[in-house]
């Protein structure tokens, strides 16, 4: 997935992940609200928490979608093994590292609110305020920056192209929640499949089943 749709993915993760260490290898695990900033992502917490020890060492965050559950039966009457789920993923590899600045510290502190407030209602956070200066000096902010961003999607967009239109008939005919909005994901992905030469047989019924 291209850099900037995976960043897009990590902007509006309600949640991602953040995997360390401690200095004496003990795994962290957490799940963050956190401001994607142009070179990284950045949250706050305690100076006390765990989330302190990983400081200076490496650090994984992901965040994903499900799209669909594509049932096995979508494309074989009698095997398990089609069963599958569409997805979108990206992974962050990077450092823990503090931010001490007054200033970084509040733009990463602004971002995180105008997030979930957008409509504002609010002073804009200026570490140099009376208002904020406490607080921003007492808050630990802490930031992973991009040194590598992996993203990944799995959308049918290496299927033969019958197999797509087939799916696609699927998920038409079960209508779950969900269905539409991964049909257009397969659709923005594939769109050759549904090409007036890929498509000039006309769509599998919903019904019929593919021979074995």
Request: some cysteine; overall charge positive; hydrophobic content about 40%.
């Amino acid at each position: 997935m291209p850099r900037d749709r995976a960043l897009a993915l990590l902007r509006r993760a309600p949640l991602v992940h953040l995997a360390s260490t401690t200095p004496d290898g003990s795994p962290v695990l957490r799940a963050l609200d956190v401001a994607v900033l142009d070179d990284g992502i950045a949250f706050h917490g305690s100076p006390t928490g765990e989330k302190t020890r990983c400081v200076g060492r490496a650090a994984v965050v992901s965040a994903e979608e499900v799209i669909a559950h594509l049932p096995s039966y979508f494309t074989d009457p009698e095997r398990a093994c089609p069963a599958t789920t569409l997805y979108r993923s990206v992974q962050i590899h990077g450092t823990v590292r503090a931010v001490e600045e007054p200033a970084r510290k509040a733009a990463a502190l602004e971002a995180l609110v105008r997030r979930w407030q957008p409509e504002g209602s609010y002073r804009p956070i200026d570490p140099t305020t009376p208002m904020y200066r406490t607080a921003v000096a007492g808050v630990l902010v802490l930031e992973v920056t991009f040194d590598s961003v992996d993203g990944k999607e799995k959308l049918l967009q290496h299927r033969r192209p019958e197999e797509i239109r087939t799916i696609v008939a699927r998920l038409r005919e079960r209508n779950a929640p969900g269905d539409a909005a991964a049909i257009d994901a397969i659709l923005q992905a594939s769109p050759a499949a549904f090409a007036p030469t890929a498509a000039s047989q006309a769509l599998p019924c919903a019904s019929a089943r593919p021979s074995r």
